[in-house]
């Protein structure tokens, strides 16, 4: 789970950047890294109030945030802003969002310092195009005070199960990552000639179809507007270790899951771009990664698991032979939304 409080900055920063020595090195001479991300990680409760000093201490540069409510638009935004960036790197475009940084050449390969201690199940591509942050999984969580699932249940029963109907609450494809994994989620479970009709179904039991994450589960899930939500399942880590509560479980699926990998990259034509190399691999790093667990509520891609909350082993976690293999195509996106009466 990423977001648990609604932040609503959206606001534009321009960099002010003006080192151009491409070489790493200890101490980088740049001013500033202005960094594009989704809101959380600014947040009071997010990783870069508790790491940012330290960076900007060991590396004599000046983080600048710029935050967006999800990852959707923050990759219109990089899209806009191509030939003219504003950003020096950005964090939390995932596995989906790969094809297009590929295609409208976004983002500058760097390989970083621990790229060989990654797990090559994670990585996006040989370049480093994008380099794996943290990864998680697409599930349904749901309210156990309302509602109980005993037995694992499939993406079909949930869409056609009238005990669920108006009970369900689900993001946009194409605007949230949630609601785009789930629209992968779907296709890799069912196949492509069934997920059409598995969204016909599932939009005639959803409540709504929530903008972004934050409004999905903060305002709408945990008020109490529908027992069930698309979220992650490491969700429920962060009611049992800061809540001392297991209300909210994640469901079992039967139909396996897709993982999620977000990541980080350099933005192709930075001014800044010895101190865009320098928190990639600070970001890396083990006193970061180790914060993940309890910052974006996400398993990390490195770090020592012994210092992660004892909720993480109540969790469903899937083991290798519940992870599907997905792919992603844009075009499926228009056929998805339309389902849910939503032009794309």
Request: proline share 5%.
């Amino acid at each position: 789970m990423k977001k648990l409080f609604l932040v609503s900055l959206i606001g534009l920063i321009g960099s002010s950047c003006t080192s151009s020595n491409p070489t790493p090195q200890t101490v980088v001479e740049d001013n500033t890294v202005t960094v594009y991300t989704y809101d959380s990680l600014a947040a009071d409760y997010g990783l870069f109030p508790v790491i940012t000093d330290q960076f900007e201490t060991d590396q004599g540069v000046e983080i600048n945030l710029v935050t967006f409510a999800d990852t959707g638009t923050m990759l219109n935004q990089l899209m806009v802003e191509r030939d003219n960036p504003q950003a020096d790197v950005v964090i939390g475009l995932d596995n989906l969002n790969f094809g297009d940084i590929v295609a409208y050449d976004l983002l500058a390969p760097y390989r970083p310092q621990r790229a060989d201690d990654l797990d090559e199940a994670l990585l996006f591509d040989e370049t480093f195009t994008l380099t794996p942050f943290d990864y998680g999984y697409v599930g349904f969580v749901y309210d156990t005070e309302a509602i109980t699932f005993a037995e694992p249940i499939s993406l079909e029963e949930l869409a056609s199960n009238e005990a669920y109907t108006d009970k369900i609450i689900i993001e946009q494809a194409g605007l949230s990552s949630p609601g785009t994994q789930l629209m992968v989620w779907a296709r890799a479970a069912l196949g492509d000639s069934e997920v059409n009709a598995f969204a016909e179904q599932l939009a005639d039991q959803v409540l709504t179809v929530a903008p972004d994450w934050n409004t999905a589960y903060y305002s709408m899930f945990l008020n109490g507007e529908a027992p069930i939500v698309l979220s992650y399942l490491t969700s429920p880590a962060y009611h049992i270790d800061q809540e001392a509560t297991d209300r909210y479980q994640a469901i079992p699926m039967s139909d396996g899951y897709v993982r999620q990998v977000e990541g980080m990259g350099i933005v192709r034509g930075t001014n800044s771009l010895v101190a865009a190399q320098a928190l990639v691999d600070y970001l890396l790093s083990d006193p970061v990664q180790n914060k993940i667990p309890t910052t974006q509520w996400m398993w990390p891609v490195l770090g020592d698991d012994s210092t992660w909350p004892e909720a993480y082993q109540q969790i469903i976690t899937p083991a290798d032979q519940a992870i599907l293999t997905s792919s992603y195509d844009a075009t499926w996106l228009a056929d998805w939304n339309q389902a849910f009466g939503i032009q794309s």
